[in-house]
């Protein structure tokens, strides 16, 4: 067995660390693929909902490092994940306003390691994601946050669309920054329990997820860049939810 940091390899190793329970971020199998290997993956990526992806020999044999990868790799986090319905509540308990930060299809990692680096010097409460279509937390990642991935919650979830319904019920609205919003961020009251969505740079927040939020805002801006990069656009907003929240308690800002 190989395993380096968050990396192990070779069909052996990881289906046995999958039955033992080990949280992978995801597992990459080799594309073409057959036989009883093959089966045995699949079969335990969908039995503990771990995202599967099928890539080109040559990916996996870079990132295995010429090691005997069989095939098969898989990635292990650097940090625990943690689930929402276990931080809402405590959130509310303590008396304090919530504060999430919800990141739809967000792949790279430098930019959820600088988001994640914002979000903990603003107050975010916690961090969503999706079991599927989020960056891996590696090294990178933990390094482009300057730490914050070690001191924020982050939830991983199956659905966000699963995650909006219970936000709903537990009185957080959802807001999203969106180019077609008709509201400007300062505009938004996010003294309020709030849930902020992020979508990729390419393409923005998943349009059936945009559809169910509560609130729209577009970030103004006077130059003709199209927009922010979704780090600094999340750091904009975060900025402007702490202002307020520390005006309405007598803070200036």
Same mark, same amino acid.
């Given at each position: 067995? =190989?395993?380096?940091?968050? /990396? ?22 080799q594309q073409g693929m057959r036989g009883e290997a093959e089966i045995e993956i ?6 503990? $909902?771990?995202?599967? #992806? ?6 996996? #044999?870079?990132?295995? $490092? ?24 405590? &959130?509310?308990? =303590? ?5 999430? /930060?919800? /990141? ?6 430098? $930019? ?21 279509? #989020?960056? /891996?937390?590696?090294?990178?990642? !933990? ?10 919650? &982050?939830?991983? +979830?199956?659905? !966000? #669309? ?7 019920? %537990? ?10 919003? =008709?509201?400007? &961020?300062?505009d938004v009251d996010f003294t309020l329990p709030t849930a902020v969505i992020m979508?990729?740079?390419? +393409? ?26 979704? %780090? ?16 309405? $308690?007598?803070?200036?800002?």
């Amino acid at each position: 067995m =190989k395993e380096e940091n968050t /990396l192990i390899y070779g069909r052996h190793p990881v289906a046995d660390a999958i039955r033992a329970g080990k949280p992978f971020e995801k597992v990459m199998m080799q594309q073409g693929m057959r036989g009883e290997a093959e089966i045995e993956i699949r079969k335990l990526t969908k039995e503990f $909902n771990i995202p599967l #992806s099928i890539v080109p020999r040559e990916k996996l #044999s870079k990132m295995a $490092n010429g090691g005997n990868h069989q095939g098969i790799l898989g990635f292990l986090p650097l940090i625990a994940y943690q689930k929402l319905d276990d931080i809402l509540p405590f &959130v509310f308990e =303590k008396g304090e306003t919530p504060l999430l /930060l919800l /990141l739809d299809n967000v792949t790279d990692v430098r $930019n959820f390691g600088a988001i994640a680096r914002s979000a903990e010097v603003m107050g975010v409460h916690a961090i969503v994601v999706p079991q599927n279509g #989020s960056a /891996l937390i590696n090294a990178d990642a !933990m390094k482009s946050s300057a730490g914050a991935l070690s001191r924020i919650a &982050v939830c991983r +979830e199956k659905s !966000m #669309s699963q995650v909006m319904d219970y936000l709903a019920q %537990s009185g957080v609205r959802v807001v999203a920054s969106d180019l077609g919003g =008709k509201k400007k &961020v300062f505009d938004v009251d996010f003294t309020l329990p709030t849930a902020v969505i992020m979508g990729s740079e390419g +393409e923005g927040v998943n349009k059936a997820l945009l559809r169910r939020a509560d609130e729209t805002f577009i970030i103004p801006q006077v130059g003709t860049t199209d927009s922010l990069n979704v %780090s600094v656009a999340t750091g904009v907003i975060l900025y402007e939810v702490l202002r307020q929240r520390l005006v309405e $308690n007598g803070i200036s800002a």
